[in-house]
């Protein structure tokens, strides 16, 4: 017999092979994405983009108001200014606890007087200078006016 009539043969073997099920490769999930740590976190969902403040983040106290500001790898954007620093629910507008948001092609949106969002604060720890909250609602397209809906959590240590 001559190798070659027999590599059809040791083909055909090869294909219909069995493998062993302690040989297979475990199945392993992968983690959750994690977006920043604790006391350095802001991460939102906006029209359908998924936001995470990967790139640059911080948070600062001044004249009673906190500003946070949050840049992407993608290049979104998200700043809050809270004007409303007790654990509590409050309206998000134009003047007062602002959110503004652009996405990864510049269009911005922002807190509206006509349809405000909600800020809720969890906690607020003035001696370790840590905020925690969540905001949630409609942010308004200021020169077209359509809108979309926003849902962000925050973990902050901001500066004074």
Wanted: glycine share 10%.
């Amino acid at each position: 017999m001559h190798l070659r009539s027999t590599l059809p043969f040791l083909f055909v073997l090869s294909l219909f092979s069995c493998k062993k099920e302690d040989d297979a490769a475990p199945v392993v999930s992968a983690p959750a994405a994690l977006c920043g740590i604790a006391g350095a976190r802001l991460q939102a969902s906006f029209a359908g983009e998924s936001f995470c403040a990967n790139a640059s983040l911080f948070g600062d106290l001044g004249a009673d108001v906190i500003t946070i500001n949050g840049i992407s790898t993608a290049g979104m954007t998200l700043t809050l200014e809270l004007d409303s620093l007790e654990v509590g629910t409050y309206a998000m507008t134009t003047d007062v606890n602002h959110a503004l948001y652009t996405t990864g092609m510049g269009l911005a949106y922002e807190s509206s007087d006509a349809t405000p969002a909600t800020l809720t604060i969890d906690s607020h720890d003035t001696g370790s200078n840590r905020i925690r909250g969540s905001v949630m609602g409609p942010l308004t397209e200021p020169l077209g006016g359509t809108s979309a809906t926003i849902t962000a959590s925050f973990d902050i240590t901001y500066i004074e």
